[in-house]
């Protein structure tokens, strides 16, 4: 079966401070990866995805994530945050499988605050 | 383009009560998920319909019922609402494989005293 793992319920940092939230899955076939994010009382949105090439993927606002297959991570990393990246961030995985059913294996969510 | 729609955004409904949460998307997509997100507990999925005319069950489907109405439509029913089902119900559309983003709706805030 399917799992991720989002290492850290809760990450507080500075403005312009750099920041790194953890996401690990375990997965007998090949995945998908994405990001989400959450802004208060909102849906969520992509925020990136790796699909395949290049390892390390970036968003329009600066985030980026890199896919390690040895180490089963993709973590989300963005050099220098704003108080407008308060929000709740998802990791989650797609399994190339057939019986997949184009469902998404979510992880529990990172709450990332932004304080001045 | 709408996106993803969804009726209502608040309700209060007590213990036993019924009611259907209604979503609707523009996009032609062929994949619709209703989750609930509920705190510390991330999304959960109750039902998802991988296409018109199918539905399947997901994580936590006790306690409700969905109808794909047509390729736009994905309504949930609770039948007999329990204080259990408070949460918050996200509608999800999706184009059609595993490589493809799902859109989300904006949320129904659900209460059941």
């Known amino acids: 079966a399917q799992s991720v793992t989002q290492l850290d319920s809760q990450v507080p940092v500075f403005e312009e401070a750099p920041v790194e939230l953890r996401c690990n899955y375990s997965s007998s076939v090949s995945v998908y990866l994405f990001w989400y994010v959450q802004y208060p009382n909102q849906g969520l949105q992509l925020l990136l995805k790796y699909l395949s090439g290049s390892t390390l993927v970036e968003s329009i606002n600066g985030f980026e994530a890199e896919f390690n297959k040895s180490q089963t991570s993709f973590h989300l990393r963005k050099p220098s945050v704003h108080i407008s990246d308060t929000a709740e961030y998802f990791c989650a995985v797609s399994p190339l499988s057939a019986g997949n059913n184009r469902k998404l294996i979510w992880g529990l969510g990172t709450s990332l605050a932004v304080n001045p | 383009n709408a996106g993803v729609t969804q009726t209502p955004k608040f309700q209060v409904l007590k213990t036993g009560q019924s009611m259907t949460l209604q979503c609707a998307q523009d996009m032609n997509h062929n994949s619709m998920y209703w989750y609930r997100q509920d705190p510390g507990m991330g999304l959960r999925l109750i039902y998802y319909s991988a296409s018109e005319g199918t539905t399947d069950k997901g994580e936590v489907p006790n306690g409700y019922n969905v109808s794909r109405l047509n390729k736009r439509e994905f309504s949930l029913r609770l039948e007999s609402a329990a204080p259990s089902q408070t949460s918050v119900y996200f509608c999800?559309?999706?184009?059609?494989?595993?490589?493809?983003?799902?859109?989300f709706g904006p949320g129904t805030r659900l209460t059941v005293t």
């Open positions: 999800a559309s999706s184009l059609q494989g595993a490589r493809d983003e799902q859109y």
